[in-house]
């Protein structure tokens, strides 16, 4: 893909925002003409639904985001969601890939419709003042202590989908077909949804593949706002650990040891020559190295230095190209310090996302049912691809014609949002930030958006 062409103002979000605010969206209006699947009789049901079930969703939302858990230690959430399924009737299926949910709920012939809500937690120190926010810490696997809080929104998911789930079952006589929910681990680091596979989510498991995959993720904008764009939405991402291995001493005899430390030095400025030099300049390549751990004391070389990478590419040569020079790189440092052949330096490669790409046709029609709802003007389909990275459509595995889409819905309090667009900030508050607020109002609606989502798809023809 192409980088987004040049905006001459600061933010394009912030514009697109403003945009969609302001003069409503051109685009949707030619086919907002069109009718969706999901008759107004059909809407009004489904909505007196959520509406009716809106506290206790509030109270489920508030008791997921006090209790948060980190990637593959979501052994109480996915336990509410267990629990709340099965009451549903759906058949659960638990445990997949550590501690994903999955729960089905057939009801005759017609599509299977998976709809994704991620669990995991961010290692973040929580700062929105709400009277349920998060004290919770917790020792990681590295020994080292860390506090954790939903600053991405994902509680927000999951109440979303029990929410979709038990309108589901209220509404059986309006849809037909095989509604899958599932509750994946570990989206933050990118492997929950591979470990959900490689756990063998459609074969051990006996899990349908689906026809359509659905997913929501929570944006900061404001209440009411929905993104729904076609195309390349998200860019691909990888995890690396780089390890350079050396030969330690003592600080004061560095010409008798190998120093990784300097090794690694080397790598982190070269690594930004990659995105410079060796990627077209037309093409998004982001490098980032975000931890660089060696040795403890002042006067002592240490054995072994390790550095954590973070790639975002929207092409998959790019990314090979990344990885080939990150390699070639790393050899080349190791060879300028003659380090022995066996103690050249390793890369971890621990997960892997490609591209987000939503089917265009499938996000057209769904946004012909959510405009109704939310109003042509807080509909927006042309939004810029960003550089977030995301495994939602890693769930599809290996098949190709799983038809994907995966939209965002405004969580912010509509003062706060507008006001951080009048100041020109785009956005009040970022996610993972200490102050990412969920406004208990876009409970219900977020569940909407869902549910509207999952009927477009599903919905039973109007009989009249
Ligand atoms: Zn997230």
Known sequence: ??????????????????????FGVIAVAQTALQQGNVSENLSSKAKALVDQDSERLQEIFKDIHQNPELGFMEVRTAGIV?????????????????????GILKNGDGPTVMYRADMDANAVEENTGVPYASEVRVKREDGIEVPVAHMCGHDAHVTWMLGIAKAMVALKDDWSGTFIAVAQPAEEPITG?????DDGLY????????????????APGPVGMVIGAGGTRMAGTDQ???????????GSRPHETKDPVIMAAAAITQYQMIVSRVVDPQETAVLTVGSVQAGTDNNVIPESALLKLNLRFFSLDVRAQMIEAIKSINNGIANTYKVPEDAMPTMVMKGFSPPLVNDPDLVEKLNRSLI????????????PAVTGSEDFHVLAGENKNVKIAYLLVGIADPVEARKAIQDGRGFPFAAHSPDYKVDLS?????????????LEVMANAPTE
């Open 240 to 250: 690396i650990d780089v390890t350079f291995y050396g030969k330690g001493g003592h």
């Open 203 to 218: 074969t051990k498991h006996g899990v349908p593949v689906p026809d359509y995959l659905l997913g929501l993720h929570t």
């Open 372 to 383: 109704p709802l939310v109003g042509e003007k807080n509909l927006v389909p042309n939004f």
């Open 442 to 454: 876009s409970i219900p609606v977020g569940t909407m958006v869902g549910l509207t989502m999952v």
């Open 1 to 22: 893909m192409k980088k987004n062409s040049r905006n001459p103002l600061k933010s394009p979000i912030g514009v697109a925002l403003i945009a969609a605010a302001s």
């Open 82 to 102: 267990a629990k709340e399924l099965e009451t549903l009737g759906f058949e659960v299926k638990t445990g997949i890939g550590k501690t994903g949910v999955v």
């Open 193 to 197: 949804a591979q470990a959900m596979l």
